[in-house]
C-alpha cells in the first residue's frame, strides 16, 4: 500500500493497530505449548490473521519520508511472519515442547537444564521464546536444524557480548560501504526512490549482464550484512538485557560462501530463520502430494511468497518473476543436484560443485536484484547521508 494512504504512527495507532496482533501471535504461542487445544488455536487465528493484515497495511512507520519506506517493508514481512507461523502453530497436531532450558549457573556461566514442572510462570517463559526465536533452539519442533558452530567466547556472558559488539561495530561501515558503492553504479536511475533497472540497455549485452550480475554479487553482500547487523543488535538485547544464554544466540549464517551444493547452501549455510514454516506451509503439503519435487517447490514457493508481499510493502506492487521466479528457480536447482546424484551416484561437490553453485546463485539473482531496484529498495536511507563516511569522502549520490 503506498505511503501516503497509510496512517501516521503515533501512540493510538501502536496501541490499536500494532500491539493486538502481537497479543494475539503470543496467545497463540501459549496455546500451542499446551495439550489439547487445537480448536482453540483454529478458533483464534482468523482474528490474528486479520489483525496482522490490518497492522501490515494500516500504519506508515516511514514519517513520509520516502527514503526510509522500506520501514513498511519491514512491517509487512514481519506481520507476514507473525502469519505463517500462527498458521503452522493452528494447525498443528501435537503441543510443542521444550527439550531442554538453559540457566546460568555460578559465575555467569550457562548450564542446561531439563524442563521443570509445567507452572504458569514457566509457561509464560516458554511462550516468549517461542514466540520470538525463530529457529526454536532446544525445542521438538526443529529437529534437523542446522545450527554453525559458534567462533566466539562463550566462557561467560561478558566476552561473548563484547565480541558481538565488535562483530556489529564493524560489519556497520561495511554495510554502508557496500550499499553506498551499488548506489553509485545508478545515480539517477535504481539509486533513485523511483527505481530504474540494473540491465544497462545502451552497453553491448556482455557488458550489461556482467555488470548487473556484480551489482546482484554487491547486494547479495548489503543483504548479508544487514541480517548480522541486525542479529547482533538482537543478540546483545537477549546478552545484557534479557540475561539470556550464549549458547540461545548460535551464529545465524554458517560461511555461505563455502556451499558447494544449492541444496547446503539453502539447508545450511544460508540463514535458518523461517526454515519451519516453510516446512510446515510449503514441504509437508505438496511433499505428500508430489514427493520430495513437490516439497521442494512448496519450500521455496512459501520463501518467493514472503519476499513478494514484503516488496509489495515497498508501496510500489510487487514482482512475481523477481520474487516467486527466483525462488522456483532455486527449487528447481536443488532438483536438478537430485537428479545428477540419481544419474551418477555422486552428490554435487567439490569445486566443481562450488562453481555450479555460485552461477546459479549469482545468475537468476539478476531478476531478484532487479526487482529490488526498479522499486526503488536501493534509494532507501539507513544511515543519514551526513554521517556517512563515503558520502563524505566521495560525494552524495542523488536518490530523489
Not at 60 to 68: I, K
Not at 220 to 232: F, Q
Not at 256 to 270: I, N, Q
Request: proline share 6%.
Amino acid at each position: 500500500m503506498p505511503m501516503h494512504s497509510r496512517e501516521e504512527l503515533d501512540f493510538l495507532s501502536v496501541l490499536l493497530v500494532i500491539i493486538p496482533p502481537v497479543i494475539g501471535y503470543y496467545v497463540l504461542s501459549v496455546l500451542v505449548c499446551l495439550p489439547g487445544t487445537r480448536t482453540w488455536r483454529n478458533g483464534l487465528m482468523p482474528i490474528v490473521l486479520f489483525l496482522a493484515y490490518r497492522a501490515a497495511t494500516t500504519v506508515d512507520l516511514s514519517f513520509a519520508n520516502e527514503r526510509m519506506v522500506y520501514l513498511n517493508k519491514g512491517l509487512v514481512l514481519a506481520m507476514s511472519i507473525l502469519s505463517f507461523r500462527s498458521i503452522v502453530w493452528a494447525q498443528s497436531k501435537k503441543s510443542y515442547r521444550r527439550l531442554q532450558r538453559v540457566k546460568h549457573g555460578p559465575e555467569g556461566t550457562p548450564s542446561e537444564s531439563r524442563p521443570a514442572s509445567n507452572d504458569w510462570r514457566q509457561l509464560q517463559l516458554d511462550a516468549s521464546d517461542l514466540a520470538f526465536g525463530l529457529r526454536g533452539i532446544g525445542w521438538n519442533w526443529s529437529q534437523g536444524l542446522h545450527i554453525p558452530p559458534e567462533k566466539r567466547s562463550t566462557s561467560s556472558d561478558r566476552s561473548f557480548a563484547f565480541w558481538t559488539l565488535a562483530s556489529l561495530v564493524t560489519r556497520i561501515p561495511v554495510f554502508d560501504l557496500l550499499h553506498y558503492s551499488v548506489q553509485r553504479f545508478g545515480p539517477g536511475t535504481f539509486a533513485t526512490t523511483s527505481g530504474g533497472s540494473i540491465f544497462d540497455q545502451s552497453v553491448p549485452p556482455l557488458i550489461r549482464y556482467s555488470r548487473s550480475t556484480f551489482l546482484s554479487l554487491l547486494s547479495g553482500l548489503v543483504v548479508y550484512c544487514a541480517i548480522e547487523i541486525a542479529y547482533d543488535f538482537c543478540t546483545l538485547i537477549g546478552i545484557v538485557v534479557l540475561r539470556q544464554s550464549p549458547t540461545q544466540w548460535p551464529p545465524i549464517f554458517d560461511e555461505p560462501w563455502r556451499a558447494d551444493s544449492l541444496s547446503e547452501f539453502w539447508a545450511k549455510r544460508w540463514h535458518q530463520l523461517f526454515r519451519h514454516f516453510f516446512i510446515g506451509l510449503g514441504w509437508i503439503p505438496l511433499y505428500h502430494v508430489f514427493g520430495r519435487i513437490g516439497g521442494v517447490f512448496g519450500a521455496f514457493l512459501v520463501s518467493g511468497i514472503l519476499h513478494y508481499v514484503g516488496l509489495w510493502g515497498l508501496g510500489s506492487g510487487s514482482d512475481v518473476l523477481g520474487m516467486i521466479g527466483f525462488f522456483m528457480l532455486m527449487g528447481a536447482g536443488v532438483i536438478l543436484e537430485g537428479f545428477w546424484k540419481s544419474f551418477t551416484g555422486y552428490k554435487v561437490e567439490g569445486w566443481l560443485g562450488r562453481i555450479w553453485t555460485t552461477a546459479w546463485l549469482l545468475g537468476w539473482s539478476n531478476l531478484l536484484v532487479d526487482a529490488w531496484a526498479r522499486k526503488g529498495l536501493m534509494g532507501s536511507l539507513f544511515i543519514p547521508d551526513s554521517r556517512r563516511l563515503p558520502v563524505q569522502l566521495f560525494g552524495v549520490i542523488p536518490t530523489q
